[in-house]
């Protein structure tokens, strides 16, 4: 089955179809760029094909290069699956998510995975977006729990890296809050790479003044100290709405889904953390 490639090539070219760049695959893999070069050029040699239109931005891949990236993942999961079947190791999975996410949503599907099956170890990142989309499509992560909405992955106006699945395992709910004393219609937002933020800028139009801070976790505390309005996820609010530190202001927008993503084809090697996710 892999005469005309072996398990290093398919590595060096999921990375380069992930980052987008030989350099940031290079950095991914440890490798010298040279070395990652040589992997994607074999590769191509091997199997007859170009892989890769090589621009002045960066590597895209051809119509060859997205049918081998549908399958490559899958490759590798047979090959680590056969590996350790013959060293009796463990499996590992990484999930990231965002550091809200990772804190309110995973820890029960960390302990549904334990129970079920417990020769698993999971790994969990927090990072933002960006990365989390990043460390999917470059292999550094099986899969990422992010916020989301529409038919396909990036919905929400963010541009996805190529060759990603998704499945959406909840949904959460969205309020614009403000203490009760509030005086200001100032909008507390987080940084522009936030899918908070964006679902903010579809719901408010420029005029509406604005302050940008640096996380969800600091907006809710500005509001509640008075300084402005902020749209938060349900999940940032269980204590604050029930003690009545902040209050509805009777806007109730459209929920953002909670996304699972992972690189397309991989869904036999994720089922376990698929099914712990959406149980």
Not at 76 to 89: F, K, N, S, W
């Amino acid at each position: 089955m892999l005469t005309c490639m072996d398990l290093r090539q398919l590595r060096g070219f999921v990375a380069v179809a992930g980052t987008g760049t030989v350099t940031g695959a290079a950095t991914v893999l440890g490798l010298a760029p040279a070395s990652v070069s040589e992997q994607v050029r074999r590769l191509e040699r091997g199997l007859g094909v170009t892989l890769f239109e090589r621009t002045p931005q960066g590597m895209r891949l051809t119509a060859a290069g997205a049918a081998l990236l549908a399958r490559a993942q899958g490759l590798l999961d047979h090959a680590d699956e056969v590996r350790r079947a013959v060293t009796g190791g463990r499996r590992r999975v990484r999930i990231g998510a965002l550091e809200m996410l990772a804190a309110a949503r995973l820890p029960a599907v960390i302990r549904r995975l334990a129970e079920r099956h417990p020769d698993l170890d999971v790994d969990v990142s927090s990072m933002n977006r960006r990365d989390l989309l990043a460390g999917v499509a470059d292999g550094g992560l099986d899969a990422a729990l992010l916020l989301d909405s529409g038919l396909r992955v990036g919905g929400l106006g963010f541009g996805p890296p190529p060759g990603l699945d998704y499945l959406d395992v909840g949904e959460v709910a969205l309020h614009l809050v403000a203490a009760p004393d509030c005086d200001t219609d100032t909008l507390l937002v987080t940084p522009p790479e936030c899918s908070i933020r964006l679902a903010a800028e579809r719901l408010f139009g420029p005029e509406v003044p604005r302050r940008e801070l640096t996380s969800i976790a600091t907006a809710r505390e500005w509001a509640r100290q008075g300084l402005g309005r902020a749209l938060l996820p349900d999940f940032a609010l269980t204590h604050d709405l029930g003690s009545g530190a902040l209050v509805p202001l009777g806007l109730d927008p459209r929920g953002l889904a909670l996304r699972l993503v992972w690189p397309r084809g991989r869904e036999r090697a994720l089922r376990d953390v698929l099914y712990a996710l959406s149980a």
